[in-house]
């Protein structure tokens, strides 16, 4: 469970809030975030562990919680590759000092990331692969 954790903080964290190529996704992303589906390596994630996090970018700072344990950290955004990257640095939490590459999309409201929680490369297209540390989420905007 404690990598589950670290897993799913990783993934907030990648979402920090500066673009390198459209400030309209800079500022589209910002908001509060909730997952609507998940996979780590190929598996789905129990919804009881989607239904604990929570992703909230602003301005380059991400902070998630998996309940109440966060994970803080900056994100940068380049919309100017293809597909558009992601880098997030955890400062405070579990993932304090570590980086992790990303590719994302933005359609309105939905958010989708895949992350490599390996750190070691930026990943190519949105799929979780077996024996990898691929991480790829859905997230959906919470409307408050």
């Given amino acids: 469970m404690k990598y589950l954790f670290c897993l799913c903080l990783a993934v907030g964290a990648?979402?920090?809030g500066f673009a390198a190529g459209s400030p309209d996704d800079a500022k589209?992303?910002?908001g509060k975030w909730v997952p609507a589906k998940a996979e780590l390596a190929g598996?789905?994630?129990?919804?009881?562990?989607?239904k604990i996090i929570s992703l909230k970018l602003d301005n380059g700072r991400y902070e998630v919680f998996v309940g109440e344990e966060p994970d803080r950290g900056t994100y940068t955004l380049d919309s100017a590759t293809q597909p558009k990257s992601l880098t997030v640095t955890g400062t405070a939490g579990p993932n304090s000092g570590k980086t992790f590459p990303a590719i994302y999309e933005l359609n309105g409201d939905t958010l989708r990331i895949c992350y490599d929680l390996a750190g070691a490369s930026r990943p190519t297209e949105f799929k979780s692969i077996a024996d990898t540390k691929l991480y790829l989420v859905t997230y959906n905007r919470k409307n408050e």
């Fill in 14 to 16: 990648s979402l920090n």
């Fill in 28 to 30: 589209a992303v910002q």
């Fill in 43 to 50: 598996q789905p994630m129990p919804d009881a562990v989607l």
